[in-house]
């Protein structure tokens, strides 16, 4: 591309000679070029400008889906692309601005929207469409919003396919299976009360299961509780189906998550809201246990949109896009230094974790395990930080980091994402790679590929190991998921590129979807369930 001349900025084409089928039979009849032809003026032979039809530039732009940061350099190379292109439904945006909002059209959640509301989202993620496309893209890489995804809960599973269904399998004591009855599963079953419903996200919590619709609904059932589920409190009532929840039904939700003593949910514009964290304030705002109205998370974020949050025991974890670029914020219990901020102190508002900044990294993931917390960046360096107990943070010891820091095991692996359990810590690679470290009880971890009495099954592992019985699969993994809780056995699930769902550890309440045969507990290597995500 040609930027250094003032006047109309042009793309370069090759002329290609030409020969007849007569010239290649014989070598001996002369070749001649063909000749190139313009008609744009004083424009130079082998030149096309830009500015001859800016509406061609901008359909090529669109439908090459191009990456914020891509738009921006074209900014930044030719002044074409920054002068208004004085094309509607706004004459003063450049091109790069117009492609954006194309591209930003082209996204499921932001379809629905009214004018008014994806004026407000622009302005929120700071004035310009790049900046709400990024906000958009990174959203949808961390949830897999669209795409098929598997749920590891504690002692129940559920997984989504592609299209929206929802199967569920493994202990229904709540009915957090959602099947109307409070009987085991062994397979995977269809529920089949949410047909006409496509189920875009979903998150399991001790005996209870949300489901969020692409609509922007969610669907509750289990134990009746926004709050301390697990000791069995509060939840007293028993929901066997899933339940619209009414106290959301003006907010259009995209992610939810459970954590211990609350839930939270983020809205499409980048809010967060959580229910039932105590009389105390932990978060910020005074409710009560069992409240079942949303309130919104006060402090640092009122402003700054919110692209994934992450629960864990008593703490959450916010990733935030601002203009600057991708940030994390913590909330809550300071138990181990889990927050991320150097100290064990809690945080009743969310503090920025200023340590990326010195680390010059660009968070894009984020995990939060039930007492340690992982981040992905944009360049692949993985970091941890809280309880190190089992060797969960990867750094070769069981020490706590009370700031994120870098996992070196990992410095020539390119992460793309990572999931925490209860001292488990699991990284997927972008070649589809996926090591695993912390925790060896249950067989979780993937490691355990001897036969039965030789080496110790569950042994912990203190930094990252490859999983080598995933190799075995020959397969893409593109998600793992795994059990964040401290009162179940461990079970973990490997989702590969063709949708074929396989799972290991823990599988006494049916969660693994396969039946156990001579009395077995759990797997040791991955097996396949008969089901297809895709």
Not at 250 to 257: C, G, K, N, P, W
Request: charged content about 20%; aromatic content about 8%; proline content about 4%.
């Amino acid at each position: 591309m040609d930027a250094t001349t003032s006047g109309t900025p042009t793309i370069q084409y090759h002329n290609i000679p030409h020969q007849s089928g007569t010239a290649i039979a014989a070598a001996s009849v002369p070749t001649f070029p063909r000749q190139v032809r313009h008609c744009f003026g004083d424009s130079s032979p082998g030149e096309f400008p830009l500015a001859a039809n800016p509406s061609i530039v901008l359909h090529v732009l669109t439908a090459c889906n191009l990456d914020p940061r891509d738009l921006a350099k074209l900014e930044a190379t030719c002044s074409f692309f920054r002068r208004p292109a004085n094309f509607t439904p706004d004459y003063e945006l450049s091109i790069s601005e117009l492609a954006a909002l194309d591209i930003c059209k082209k996204r499921a959640i932001f379809k629905p929207m009214t004018d008014e509301e994806c004026q407000n989202l622009k302005r929120k993620c700071g004035g310009s469409w790049k900046l709400a496309l990024r906000f958009l893209l990174a959203g949808e890489a961390c949830c897999r919003r669209e795409k098929s995804q598997a749920i590891a809960g504690p002692g129940h599973s559920i997984a989504v396919t592609s299209t929206g269904v929802v199967y569920s399998f493994g202990s229904n004591t709540s009915g957090q299976l959602g099947h109307g009855t409070m009987e085991e599963e062994w397979r995977p079953q269809q529920i089949r009360s949410l047909q006409g419903i496509r189920i875009i996200q979903a998150a399991a919590g001790a005996g209870r299961t949300m489901l969020v619709s692409d609509a922007g609904r969610v669907y509750a059932f289990g134990k009746d509780s926004f709050g301390e589920a697990e000791f069995g409190v509060q939840g007293t009532k028993l929901v066997a189906t899933p339940q619209l929840i009414e106290s959301l039904k003006d907010i259009f939700v995209v992610q939810t998550a459970i954590g211990n003593f609350f839930t939270a949910v983020l809205s499409r514009e980048g809010r967060v809201y959580t229910f039932s964290w105590g009389k105390d304030r932990k978060l910020g705002h005074q409710t009560e246990p069992n409240d079942v109205e949303p309130q919104p998370l006060l402090g640092a974020l009122e402003d700054v949109p919110v692209v994934q949050i992450a629960a864990g025991y008593c703490y959450l974890l916010c990733l935030a896009c601002q203009p600057s670029g991708m940030s994390v914020y913590s909330v809550g219990c300071g138990l181990g230094g889990k927050l991320g901020h150097g100290s064990r102190t809690d945080e009743k508002h969310p503090r920025l974790i200023e340590q990326y900044r010195l680390l010059n990294l660009q968070p894009m993931v984020v995990a939060a395990g039930a007492w340690h917390a992982a981040v992905v960046a944009r360049d692949g360096r993985v970091c941890t930080w809280g309880w190190g107990r089992y060797g969960c943070l990867g750094h070769g010891n069981e020490e706590c980091e009370s700031v994120p820091k870098v996992v070196e095991a990992l410095s020539k692996v390119k992460a793309v994402h990572v999931a925490t359990g209860d001292y488990t810590t699991f990284v997927l690679s972008e070649d589809g790679d996926v090591y695993s470290f912390g925790c060896g009880e249950s067989a979780s971890l993937g490691h355990n590929t001897a036969a039965e009495g030789q080496g110790n099954r569950h042994a912990n592992v203190l930094s990252p190991e490859l999983v080598k019985s995933l190799k075995q699969v020959k397969e893409k993994v593109v998600q793992i998921s795994l059990t964040n809780s401290i009162h179940w056995n461990a079970h973990t699930f490997a989702l590969t590129e063709s949708g074929k769902l396989y799972a290991f550890g823990a599988g006494d309440k049916g969660q693994l979807g396969v039946e156990l045969m001579n009395n077995q507990t759990e797997r040791i290597n991955p097996e396949r369930i008969d089901i297809d995500l895709e």
